[in-house]
């Protein structure tokens, strides 16, 4: 729908169209939506929201009852959950919205593994159970292809790797004592998580082309080497370890303006990317003012008028790309018009 409002507002651009006939080329595009349309986006909405209700509901109804409930009706309760869900997914497999049960056995499998370690007191370290759940719904997240099931297990493992440093602060060899490191494990879970999600999807699978993933994705990692590079600028206690994470830095915002400049054209990355770099300058520059200027007003003068150009040079660019994505368009008419 996106791309045909473009169509639509380029072809009024250049007089292809008059004031008159924009309704029309509207609605002829599902601009705004149909009532079938909006019949659809809401029992999808409903869906969602009852399948996340009812994955709460059994959490809250267990931890509620706790007390009063015996060890098998607890157990009995969150497997019965998992065994229904898995009965009404083989039942709707063939209809549109059968993934949701799905979602719904993977979030109870969540809760009684909780549920096993709070009644048995197994002594494992608390990542283990979230390694575990992700281990165990692997399978259902390759059968279903749901992009709200592979964003889930993506935040179990992000949640396993947080508890798993926390416990042993070392992974590999390398100290996580630092907030530093903490933070570039997370970039290269999330950048490496990236690039073989757009290789795939370039592959043509049909199922990944939604944007909302990888932007989402790319935002993680757009704020936790932002992030980084801010701890170096504070923190120079280890000069060798801090070269290699502004290198890392350096090498997230080419590769990110690399893949989504020339390969895949994406503004939302572009923009970040724009974003992080005056986060990052901006920093940089009021160290440097107020560490070494004794004049506090002129520094906080200087650091506000660098912000706005800054700001102003992104949205400059920005605007640039757009206009070149217009320009480019012409060519694309015609080779689809002419036979």
């Known amino acids: 729908m996106q791309g045909q409002q473009k169509w639509i507002a380029y072809w009024r651009e250049h007089n292809a169209l008059s004031v008159q006939q924009v309704p029309t080329a509207l609605r002829l595009a599902g601009?705004?939506?149909?009532?079938?349309?909006?019949?659809?986006?809401?029992?999808?909405?409903?869906?969602w929201l009852g399948v996340a209700a009812l994955a709460a509901g059994l959490i809250f109804f267990v931890a509620a009852n706790w007390s009063g409930m015996g060890r098998f009706g607890k157990f009995a309760l969150a497997e019965a959950a998992v065994v229904l869900s898995l009965v009404a997914y083989a039942s709707c497999a063939r209809f549109r919205y059968g993934n949701a049960a799905l979602l719904a056995a993977s979030l109870a499998t969540g809760a009684l593994l909780a549920l096993i370690g709070q009644t048995y007191q197994t002594g494992a370290d608390t990542f283990e159970l979230f390694v575990v759940w992700a281990l165990l719904i692997f399978p259902w997240v390759l059968i279903a292809r749901l992009l709200a099931l592979w964003v889930l297990w993506w935040a179990i493992l992000h949640v396993a790797y947080f508890f798993y440093v926390n416990t042993f602060w070392a992974f590999w060899g390398i100290s996580f004592r630092e907030?530093?490191?903490?933070?570039?494990?997370?970039?290269?879970?999330?950048?490496?998580?990236?690039?073989?999600?757009?290789?795939?999807?370039?592959?043509?699978?049909?199922?990944?082309?939604?944007?909302?993933?990888?932007?989402?994705?790319?935002?993680?990692?757009?704020?936790?080497?932002?992030?980084?590079?801010?701890?170096?600028?504070?923190?120079?206690?280890y000069l060798p370890v801090s070269e290699l994470y502004i290198a890392l830095y350096l090498i997230v915002l080419a590769g990110m303006y690399g893949g989504y400049r020339y390969k895949t054209q994406d503004l939302f990355m572009l923009a970040g990317g724009a974003l992080s770099v005056i986060v990052v300058m901006t920093t940089w520059?009021?160290?440097?003012?107020?560490?070494?200027?004794?004049?506090?007003?002129?520094?906080?003068?200087?650091?506000?008028?660098?912000?706005?150009?800054?700001?102003?040079?992104?949205?400059?660019?920005?605007?640039?790309?757009?206009?070149?994505?217009?320009?480019?368009?012409?060519?694309?008419?015609?080779?689809?018009?002419?036979?």
Not at 190 to 213: K, N, T
Not at 297 to 308: C, D, H, P, R
């Open 31 to 47: 601009i705004p939506p149909s009532r079938q349309e909006w019949r659809l986006w809401i029992e999808r909405l409903l869906l």
């Open 179 to 237: 907030e530093e490191n903490v933070l570039a494990g997370v970039v290269l879970l999330d950048g490496c998580a990236l690039i073989v999600w757009e290789w795939i999807r370039a592959q043509g699978r049909e199922w990944m082309q939604s944007r909302w993933v990888p932007r989402l994705l790319a935002l993680a990692t757009k704020i936790a080497v932002t992030m980084l590079a801010l701890f170096i600028i504070f923190d120079y206690r």
């Open 285 to 339: 520059l009021g160290r440097v003012l107020f560490e070494n200027s004794r004049d506090q007003i002129a520094s906080f003068l200087l650091l506000g008028l660098f912000s706005m150009l800054a700001t102003a040079g992104a949205a400059w660019w920005l605007r640039q790309l757009v206009l070149e994505q217009k320009d480019g368009q012409p060519s694309e008419i015609h080779e689809e018009v002419l036979p």
